[in-house]
């Protein structure tokens, strides 16, 4: 049995989620899926130095608008 996008559900639709959100950890498929791009850094201050190539996180649009949202407040 395979997992189903949780907001398609909701939404009246049948759609196989292809990952789950990293958050809140719905299925979800590539429509509702919105990746987040984490910088990395190493070291230890002061001598910090980011890496060129981030980390990606898969989230819902809840998640994500709540992620933003919050750091802006």
């Known amino acids: 049995m395979?997992?189903?996008c949780y907001?398609?559900?909701?939404?009246?639709k049948d759609s196989n989620a292809v990952c789950i959100c990293v958050t809140c950890?719905?299925?979800l498929c590539l429509d509702h899926t919105k990746e987040?791009?984490?910088?990395?850094?190493?070291g230890k201050p002061p001598e910090l130095k980011r890496l060129p190539n981030s980390?990606?996180?898969l989230v819902?649009?809840?998640?994500?608008?709540?992620?933003?949202?919050?750091?802006?407040?």
């Open 7 to 12: 907001d398609c559900m909701e939404n009246g």
């Open 60 to 73: 819902c649009n809840y998640c994500i608008n709540q992620i933003i949202e919050d750091g802006f407040d």
């Open 55 to 57: 980390l990606p996180r």
């Open 25 to 27: 950890g719905k299925g």
């Open 36 to 42: 987040l791009e984490l910088p990395v850094t190493v």
């Open 2 to 4: 395979m997992m189903k």
